[in-house]
Every structure is written in C-alpha cells, then in structure tokens.
C-alpha cells in the first residue's frame, strides 16, 4: 500500500501542478451545469433525474480526458524509462497513477453536489435516488477511467488514446442502449440479453433508481478490474 | 558489483546484443564505448531491468533481473540517456519523489534531497519546475535522482553528451569521485571521454564486445598498426630497396626544402626503429627525423569497429 500511496501522490501532484486538473474540474461543472439548468427552470420538477441521464455521455467525453496522458505522455517523453526503474512493482505503478486520476474524477462529481443542495431548497426530492445515481456514477466513472487507463498504454499519443479511449467507451454504451439492441432481430435475438448486460451506462440506470443490486455492482467491478489487469499486462509487455 | 551473462537480446530479426559477459567490480568505472546503435543502450536497459533478454542474465550486488528485479532496481542508480524527467514537477517536489520512491525514511529523505541539491550544485535551480531548466541542469536533476540512495552501482547512459566543455569536466570529476566506491559503467561514444574517465574500457559494436582492457591494453590490441615518419635525403630508390620485408610505403612526399618525407607501415607491432636507421645509413643517406607512432585509443577503436578497413 505504502507504495502505491508515493505513486499516488506524485501522480496527483502532476494532475493539480498542472493546469489539466483545474481545466477538466472547470469544464466538466460548466457543461452540466448548463445543461441541467437549461431545462431545470420550465420542468420545474425538484428532480436531478435529468442531470444523472446526461452523466453517461459527459463520462464518455470526459474521463478519456483525465485517462490519456496517464500512459501515453510517460512514453512520449520516455519518463517511462525513469519511473520504471524506480523499485516498483508494476501493478503498484498501475495502481498508484490509476487512483490519481479516479481522484480527480471523484473531486469533480463531490463537486456537483451543491446542485443537489439547490434542487433540495426548491422542492422535495426523492434523496435515495440521488444518493443512489451519485453513487452509480462513482462505479460508472471508476469502470470508463480503467478502461482509458488501458487504452493510454497502447499508444505514445495522446490524442489517439482520447479518440480510441471515447470509441472503446463509446461501443460499450450504444451497444446496451435500445436503438441498438432494437436491431438484434431473428436469430441475433438472443443476443439480447448479452447486450443489454454488456451497456455500460444500463447498470448506472438501475443504480440510479434506487435499487442496489450486487449483480450491478459486480458487473462495474469487473469493467474496473479487467481493464487494470490489461494495463498491467500491457505494461510488463513492453519489457520483451 | 554488476555482473552481465552471456546476454542476448533480439528484436525481431535484429540482433542488438550478442552474447555479451562482463563485470563490473565495486570501486571501478568501466567506459562503455561504441558507436551509436551498437547496443550500449540495450545493454544498459537490461541490466536496469526495463527489458529482458532472449537469453542470458544480468546481476546487480547479487539480484537477479529474473528472480528479484525489484532487488535489482533498489541496487541500482540509473541515468536514462537523453534525462527524460517529469517536466511539470519542481526540482526538489522530484528528488522527494524519488527519495520516497526509493523508500528512503522520511526523517532521512530532507537531509538527502539537500545533499544532493549540493553534490549537483543544483541550489539555485531547487526551486524552479524542471522544464524551466537548461540541458545543463536536467543533466544535474537526473543524476541528483540515480544518486539519492546511494547505490552501490550506477548506470550512466551517455551523461555528457549536449553539455558544454565545463559541465562535462564536471560530471567526469564526479563521475571519478563516485567511482572509488561504486561499481558505474558509463556509455559514451567519445573516446577521449572512456580515456580520461575510466579504469576499463569495453568496445561493443553491432551487439558484440570486440575489446576489453584498460587504455594501453586496448592499444596493444592494433596489432599491426603501427607507423614511422622518416625524413631522408639521398638516393631515394636505394633506400626503397634495401627497406626491411615488413615495411611498406603508406606515403611518400617532397618537402620544399629538398628533404624527404616518408610515412611507412610496419607490419610488426614492436619497435623496429634501428632497422629503419639501418637501411637508411646501408643507402649512404642522411637522417634527420625517425618517429614511431603509437596506436591511439581512436585507430584502435576505428580498427575494433569497423574491421581493420582504416
């Protein structure tokens, strides 16, 4: 643990030594809370079910932001060849830098709570939703930022692990949605199922209702864990 | 100590390092010369534990890269070529990075980081990011960090190169110092530099070592290089002919002044000067320059690497 903790630190010191972390924090409040105001104001319902609906698609966009340069730039500027020379396991590495930038991630959505507060002075909310839908968003975030992480060791440039992070990211959620799964017909039909367990975004539905069911949660642990188990892979691979 | 082991290490077809063994003991620094793309870089990598070889194995104060890389790596002071560091960070928030990193205690990692701002005369950079830094300077962080735990072998791949005259004598100064009780090799590929720096010397090109020894060893590997500069003047065809068997003429030139120059190749490695005097008196000439040219450090690397062609 102790040496994840000093990845860790290090890695959260770049995030916030740099402006990348403040940007992110900046942009990603903006946009919701735009957004969610537009239309907050005519609905005039005490409900922040319409700023939760948008969390999948900002996640989509967003966290590929936080994820990218977390592998690519170290291999850009051959930091790489530094850091792991350092005693460190590389799961340890994985690890501290992953926790970083789930750090800033989780910042950002605590951030969003005054929102919360807001719709809570204005009318009665139902507070087990939105206890709920925040904490579907932590597991939907902590799965998208794993699989960016991944994506980031695949390549030296960042941009591409953007693009390729919000492609991967983006494949995973169309797929559950359904105007996809509308066209699985006669013998894809039982394809179904599959699909729809496979959306990213469907688990941090029934989450968001309210409804704590394990089987969400273990789907969000294992689109957590395989991608850092990729990673790791990925980054002991570079070593033949 | 850092031993290396019949070491192998392919990249797909090409082969970067060939068989290579050698030894470096506590207390030595060991130039490792070649020329650019002969395998310095992946040699050293390897030995740092960031890439493993086809076969063969390296060790560093007796861990393994295979069985304790991390052992390895905590033995280890490693100088990435080029300085890559973290450009963002300030110069003492990284050297507490990698004081932490190198598990140093914290009561001890304050003192350290000063001491080392210190030995890299890094005071007035301490605090300032990294990228604000010169060539210079980077350099100094990036030695500052293989140092902070002071580790009993260091690896230095290329180290001076793109500093200035001042800069390099300096490294080579501290490069020395630490030699007295670490194991360091040291990749360059400027000869004069493995001349005045290092113990020993060890010439690798296309993956293969092809000279071990200190400085004069390796010159007296140039078999059959060596040269003389006789100026003569006489009967020039005379003294052509009653040359010894084992000499020939290299080049042959009229100074303004009448005289003679002849630079002559010798195929025998040890002085033959009194023969050379011998067949010039035998002409009825006279003498007035005879020099032997020793093999330099450069003809015996340029022989080593490129086959004998110059």
Redesign the interface.
Known sequence: MGRIWVMYKKELKIYFDSPIAYIFIIVFLGVTSWLFFRTFFLIKVSSMRSFFMLIPWMCLFFIPAISMRLWAEERKTGSSELLLSLPFQEWQVVLGKYFAALTVYVLTILLTTPLAIVVGALGEPDWGVIVGSYLGSLFLGAAILAIGTFISTLTTNQIIAFIIGVLVVAALTVVGQPLFTLFLQGPLAVLTPYADWLGLANHFTSISRGVLDSRDFVYYLLMTALPLYLTVKSVQASKV | MIEVENLTKRFGATVAVDNVTFTVKPGEVVGFLGPNGAGKTTTM?VI?????PQAGTARVNGHDIWNDP?GV??S?G?L?E?T???????VV?FLR??A????IPKKDARARVDEMIETCALQEMAFKDISELSRGYRQRV?LA?ALIHDPPALILDEPTSGLDPTQILEIRKLVRRLGQHKAILFSTHILDEAQKTCDRILIINDGRLVGEGNPQELAAMAKGSSLYRVEFRGETQQLLSGLPGHVTVAAQQELPDGWLALDLSSTEPDDRSEELFDAVVAAGGKLRRLARKEATLEEVFLHLTKGGEA
């Open positions: 990598r740092t534990g960031l890439i493993y991390v790596k905590r280890l490693y990435p080029s890559p560091l973290y450009e963002e960070m300030g928030d990075f990698t932490e990193a190198r598990s990036g960090q």
